[in-house]
Nanobody
Framework: QVQLVESGGGLVQAGDSLRLSCAAS????????MGWFRQAPGMEREFVAA????????RSADSVKGRFAISRDNAKNTAYLQMNSLKPEDTAVYYC???????????????????WGQGTQVTVSS
């Protein structure tokens, strides 16, 4: 069992930066692929980025490439999402998720993830 708690969301202006954190409980954090998803009002949850258990592989959505960066610190049981050059269309609730035994081809699917955090709101004003 893994519990995930996101933090770091807030209200910012376009062009600003935020860093989201996802703190995980348990001693098996390093065995999980970690992903970030987001969901805007009236929209489906969409993939943002994911990172392999030891951080050697990363995938990102085209919409955030070059602006967002996912990372993790297994010693701290924490995953991060650094978000730069934020745009109003980045406004959403951001969720972190953990998955075991998932191939890289499945990273972009929310159904591949076993555990989810409660989400943190990111609002970008124009």
């Amino acid at each position: 069992q893994v519990q995930l708690v996101e933090s770091g969301g807030g209200l910012v202006q376009a062009g600003d930066s935020l860093r989201l954190s996802c703190a995980a409980s348990g001693r098996t954090f390093s065995t999980y692929v970690m992903g970030w998803f987001r969901q805007a009002p009236g929209m489906e949850r969409e993939f943002v980025a994911a990172i392999s258990s030891w951080g050697n592989s990363i995938r990102s959505a085209d919409s955030v490439k070059g602006r967002f960066a996912i990372s993790r610190d297994n010693a701290k049981n924490t995953a991060y999402l650094q978000m730069n050059s934020l745009k109003p269309e980045d406004t959403a609730v951001y969720y972190c998720a953990a998955a075991q035994n998932v191939y890289i081809s499945g990273w972009q699917s929310s159904g591949s993830y076993d555990y989810w955090g409660q989400g943190t709101q990111v609002t970008v004003s124009s």
